[in-house]
T-cell receptor, first 110, second 115 residues
């Protein structure tokens, strides 16, 4: 079992719709969870981090964490063409390693 | 406000050559990481360090070595370069704890081609 898995893409949504990105992890001792966005040829940039079970909202982005199910998700409301990128889920494991998932490519169609 | 600085940005190596990718951060972060990213793939952890003098293997350490003699610097050494090491390499750092938590800050990447 891979340490961090994400829903396979590519994911296409129309402009203005909600994009839903999912991530599961294997280390039950993991405490910190991150969503990064990466444009082609650029380094990843942080969108959100979450530590506690439940929802965390920041503008059009909502992160959801369920530690019992070892599941973390990212919702993007009112998707814009500028949101088209690869989204990376990252997990800080109980061994202080930060492991990234394979990424999900999102395309927002005007 | 330099953040995480990587050098070189681009490099072409011949098979069997060795080189060192340099990484420096000026944020006084304890944790530093090296990742590689192959085309269309996610980031794979090569090595990481939780402080000066402490390093540990990540997911794909074979063919690489690291050292951490100071808080600021975390060089990655490639010995006997192979075509499979053609990739983009990202150095990153983080400071554990606090409201910012363990957010990782990335350098701009080093593009390495082995021919």
């Amino acid at each position: 079992q891979k340490e961090v898995e994400q829903n396979s893409g590519p994911l296409s949504v129309p402009e203005g719709a909600i994009a839903s990105l999912n991530c599961t992890y294997s280390d039950r001792g993991s405490q910190s969870f991150f969503w990064y966005r990466q444009y082609s040829g650029k380094s990843p940039e942080l969108i959100m981090f979450i530590y506690s079970n439940g929802d965390k909202e920041d503008g059009r982005f909502t992160a959801q964490l369920n530690k019992a199910s070892q599941y973390v998700s990212l919702l993007i409301r009112d998707s814009q063409p500028s949101d088209s990128a690869t989204y990376l889920c990252a997990v800080k494991t109980s061994y202080d390693k930060v492991i990234f998932g394979p990424g999900t490519s999102l395309s927002v169609i005007p | 406000n330099a953040g995480v600085t990587q050098t070189p940005k681009f490099r072409i190596l011949k098979i069997g050559q060795s080189m060192t990718l340099q990484c420096a951060q000026d944020m006084n972060h304890n944790y530093m990481y090296w990742y590689r990213q192959d085309p269309g793939m996610g980031l794979k952890l090569i090595y990481y360090s939780v402080g000066a003098g402490i390093t540990d293997k990540g997911e794909v350490p074979n063919g690489y070595n690291v050292s951490r003699s100071t808080t600021e610097d975390f060089p990655l050494r490639l010995e006997l370069a192979a075509p499979s090491q053609t990739s983009v390499y990202f150095c990153a750092s983080s400071y554990p704890g606090g409201t910012i938590g363990n957010t990782i800050y990335f350098g701009e990447g080093s593009w390495l081609t082995v021919v």
